[in-house]
């Protein structure tokens, strides 16, 4: 906790999750996640399929209602219709109707929409490029991407929420659109959460990582802080099980080959003793967490739901 | 203007890439006062990297005295240092392509050549 103590206004948290919760029949789809996402932050969400990202997703589009907790847009609830202007989905699908003209589908846009961008979204679709007349059925899968997301903007939303917006592009559309989506989020200070499971897109295009695993929030936070907390360290093997210097830290997981010793730690202080330690990275820190479902979950500072309006336990 | 390239392998982090890269930009006298920098939406295009990451390692630049940031106008560079002007036509530059040549001859690869250039320079270079 601490820091900087957040302004009485909401709009510092663009997203605000606390005792969120989702049960489909028997199963928690998500479980008692409370976490906080900054207003302008690129924000990856990652974790094994199941593992309740497009719940979460779903959650904040207001596709599905919460079983417990709640969910706040830039400190509206989600159930006031109010945040609908302010947020914009796109499915990994990227529903559209096949029969419209690419003219037709941004004139539904305009139509839909009170607060519709036509400069943007035009814009958007010319620098495909993606011819006006032609039928959305017919369009290839990095146009049909580029008009979905020039829909999206056109909204002139606060909030993006994707769920795997590049999955199923070549090369060179998946090149192109995450460009797109950051430039177009650059420019319009667009805060952004997306689900991905292509972890060196998120460890390029993300400054805030939220990371989930069984329902539950694992990792939550500004990358650069999350991966300053963890450290790689490598030495001789020389004592039976975990060493004493390193057993002081959060040991997320170790091994030994042979006469060498390598765990991932999260920092209790500095490493003491004769140990290599570097920074690990992004893939390294995320795999540590979702294979030792023991180790506790690590919300840095800007993450952490504090209690300045409530008496409830957020954490 | 300059554009940048980001290794996602090389494990340096990709704000150090572009100070690093126009810290090299200014020595080779690709980049002069007065020239600006590409903006954090255009490098987001042509790389997809996250514009606050540029926005970081301009702010580094700035600090450095080598940017200035013109509000509303984009990020300029303020100063280059006037030692590293000449270095792209000093004797020294020179010296090390032929060096970078017999290297070659010898049969000597890209790795062997960036190992024995880091191990020299760390000979010179103790704090580095």
Request: glycine share 10%; hydrophobic share 40%; aromatic share 4%.
């Amino acid at each position: 906790m601490g820091g900087t103590a957040p302004p009485g206004g909401g709009d510092r948290w663009a997203m605000e999750a606390r005792g969120l919760g989702k049960r489909y029949g028997r199963k928690w789809a998500l479980r008692d996640c409370s976490f906080r996402l900054p207003a302008g932050a690129i924000c990856g969400l990652v974790g094994s399929n199941g593992a309740g990202k497009s719940t979460l997703l779903s959650l904040a589009a207001r596709l599905t209602r919460p079983t417990t907790g709640g969910l706040s847009l830039f400190g509206t609830a989600v159930t006031e219709d109010e945040v609908l202007a302010r947020c914009a989905y796109l499915a990994q699908d990227k529903p559209l109707f096949p029969r419209f003209t690419v003219e037709e589908t941004l004139r539904m846009g305009a139509e839909l929409n009170p607060r519709w961008d036509r400069a943007v979204a035009e814009r958007i679709v010319r620098s495909g490029p993606v011819p006006m007349g032609d039928r959305v059925g017919t369009l290839s899968g990095g146009q049909r991407s580029r008009l979905a997301l020039a829909l999206a903007f056109g909204k002139r939303p606060e909030l993006l929420l994707l769920d795997e917006p590049m999955a199923e592009l070549d090369p060179l559309s998946q090149h192109e659109i995450a460009g797109l989506l950051m430039a177009e989020a650059a420019e319009q200070g667009t805060t952004v959460l997306m689900s991905s499971h292509q972890l060196a897109d998120v460890a390029t295009m993300c400054d805030h990582l939220l990371a989930v695993a069984d329902g539950r929030v694992r990792l939550a936070g500004a990358i650069d802080e999350l991966l300053d907390a963890h450290r790689l360290v490598t030495g001789a093997y020389l004592v039976d099980g975990v060493p004493p210097e390193i057993a002081r830290h959060t040991v997320v997981e170790s091994r030994t080959t042979g006469r060498q010793f390598t765990a991932l730690i999260r920092r209790q202080g500095p490493v003491e003793g004769d140990w290599r330690a570097t920074e690990p990275s992004l893939e390294e820190v995320l795999l540590g967490y979702l294979r030792s479902p023991g180790t506790p979950p690590l919300l840095t500072a800007d993450a952490q739901v504090t209690d300045e309006h409530e008496g409830e336990v957020a954490a | 203007m300059v554009e940048f390239r980001i290794d996602r392998q090389s494990g340096m982090a990709a704000y150090l890439q572009i100070v690093q890269q126009v810290q090299e930009a200014l020595r080779l006298g690709i980049l002069a006062e007065g020239d600006q920098l590409p903006t954090a939406a255009s490098v987001a295009r042509n790389t997809k990297l996250n514009p606050n990451t540029t926005l970081k390692a301009y702010r580094e630049l700035e600090h450095l005295g080598l940017v200035e940031p013109r509000p509303g106008v984009g990020t300029f560079v303020s100063a280059v240092p006037a030692r590293t002007r000449s270095l792209a036509d000093s004797p020294l530059r020179g010296e090390l392509s032929d060096w970078m040549r017999r290297a070659c001859a010898a049969g000597l690869d890209w790795d062997d050549v960036s190992a024995l250039v880091t191990a020299a320079r760390a000979e010179h270079y103790p704090t580095a």
